[in-house]
């Protein structure tokens, strides 16, 4: 399969504790992308990269929330200290930066349940 | 910044019957417009776009959308809906190529038989 992979697909942990999921984008795609979505609601951005750098971060990155791409393949996202409003998918996409339209294309998503 | 507002939370239509999911949009300039769906266990599916040109764009699955920029609007339609549409819809705006994208609150599509 050479979709974006996401990992592990499910995450239940106490609130206190940390976490972190990896996504491997599609081969080759210089571009990823972290969503959230909570229930009843659409994906919300947190942050992306081009290659290596984090270009943006959205306000909803708290300090607890830290995402590397260390050699601009795949990707980590680690949340500190989890609190119940963690709780989510976390969603992630690649593309390929062509200079004309790039499609994001989306992973299955890790879904975290903070008891 | 860009919104998307999708009005109808839930809409249940029966097989073989038309559809229109309602979308609007709040941009300063044109935006890059899109729907995605959303199906359960799998991930977002991109099904059309528009940048610029001509206003009513095809997607895959029959799917179709119209860009109205009097209405700020970009409804998603479908002449005959099957039952394995039945999924979640959103509609996604961003400023530019490679940008983050803005979604809807989403639109959950039931189809009866």
């Known amino acids: 399969d050479t979709g974006v992979s996401q990992n592990p697909r499910h995450k239940i942990t106490k609130r206190g504790q940390n976490v972190t999921f990896r996504c491997d984008p599609i081969s080759e795609h210089n571009r990823l992308y972290w969503y959230r979505q909570t229930l009843g609601q659409g994906p919300e951005f947190l942050t992306y990269?081009?290659?290596?750098?984090?270009?943006?971060k959205s306000r909803l990155l708290s300090d607890r929330f830290s995402a590397e791409r260390p050699k601009g393949s795949f990707s980590t996202l680690e949340i500190q200290r989890t609190e119940q409003g963690d709780s989510a998918m976390y969603l992630c996409a690649s593309s390929l930066d062509l200079g004309s339209y790039n499609e994001q294309f989306f992973g299955p998503g890790t879904r975290l349940t903070v008891l | 910044a860009q919104s998307v507002t999708q009005p109808d939370i839930h809409i249940t239509v029966s097989e073989g019957a038309s559809l229109e999911l309602r979308c609007n949009y709040s941009y300063g300039a044109t935006p890059y417009l899109f729907w995605y769906v959303q199906s359960p266990g799998q991930g977002l599916q991109l099904l059309l776009k528009?940048?610029?040109?001509?206003?009513l764009v095809q997607g895959i699955k029959g799917f179709e959308a119209e860009f109205k920029r009097s209405q700020s609007s970009f409804n998603l339609r479908k002449p005959s809906v099957h039952w394995s549409d039945a999924a979640e819809y959103f509609c996604?705006?961003?400023?530019?190529?490679?940008?983050?994208?803005?979604f809807g609150t989403g639109t959950r599509l039931a189809v009866r038989p």
């Open positions: 996604v705006v961003t400023k530019s190529s490679g940008d983050k994208l803005t």
């Open positions: 990269f081009q290659n290596e750098a984090q270009l943006e």
């Open positions: 528009y940048f610029s040109g001509d206003t």
